[in-house]
């Protein structure tokens, strides 16, 4: 069975540069989180979608962060204009039912801003 | 959100010896989640506990969560080197929104 799959694996990207990334989740699971990880801040939720709407996106940093799930078996972390501060390993996580479940994540994509 | 506090941050050990961590909440928790995340690797779910004095076990891993449901705790018995990584614990946010908040995770080393 496939995994949460996300793209690419790594980008490095000079400040000021638009970065999307990627997700596809895992057929049939209806929840889907974005996560960042840095050695400074740990795992931290940034937004969350179940049925592809947004239900928390309290953790999206500031403006210059958007997230969309236009189809159940897509989604996008957009970051514009991107900064330095930026870089961290993204997590994209699928569940079938919210936080009562088991969250599944794909291998992340290593951001570096230089 | 409440955030829960897992101790401790490192830990190394010698192959063979046990290795505990802890996951302790100021509050009532309403479920516990644990994940290992190898390095370079992703968060993998290990297990989930929802009842108050619950205890599980896969293999070498006993997971227990308190009889208060206000913490919870990994032990790995004659610990491995394929145990290293990150043990990280994770709740269900209060606010009922769905969402999960992780701890900070234990980092465990193994010296062969």
């Known amino acids: 069975d496939a995994g949460v799959i996300q793209s690419p694996r790594h980008e490095v990207t000079e400040m000021g540069q638009e970065v999307t990334l990627r997700c596809k989740p895992i057929?049939?699971?209806?929840?889907l989180f974005w996560y960042r990880q840095t050695m400074m801040r740990g795992l931290e939720l940034l937004i969350y979608?179940?049925?592809?709407?947004?239900?928390?996106d309290s953790g999206m940093p500031e403006d210059r962060f958007s997230a969309k799930m236009p189809n159940a078996s897509f989604s996008t972390l957009k970051i514009q204009p991107s900064e330095p501060r930026d870089s961290a390993v993204y997590f994209c996580?699928?569940?079938?039912?919210?936080?009562?479940?088991?969250?599944?994540f794909g291998d992340g994509t290593r951001l570096s801003i230089l | 959100g409440q955030q829960v506090m897992q101790i401790p941050q490192y830990q190394h050990v010698q192959e063979g010896e046990d290795f505990t961590t802890y996951c302790n909440s100021s509050?009532?928790?309403?479920?516990i989640q644990w994940y290992k995340q190898r390095p370079g690797g992703h968060p993998v779910f290990l297990i989930q506990l929802v009842k108050s004095g619950e205890v599980k076990k896969q293999k070498r891993l006993t997971f227990q969560f308190g009889e208060a449901k206000k913490n919870s705790s990994l032990h790995i018995t004659a610990t491995q080197t394929t145990d290293v990584g990150t043990y990280f614990c994770?709740?269900?946010?209060?606010?009922?929104?769905?969402?999960?908040?992780f701890g900070q995770g234990t980092t465990l080393q193994v010296k062969p």
């Open positions: 994770a709740h269900l946010d209060p606010s009922n929104t769905g969402k999960l908040i």
């Open positions: 057929s049939g699971h209806n929840s």
């Open positions: 979608f179940n049925n592809n709407v947004p239900i928390d």
């Open positions: 509050t009532t928790l309403s479920n």
């Open positions: 996580a699928s569940s079938l039912n919210g936080g009562n479940q088991p969250q599944h």
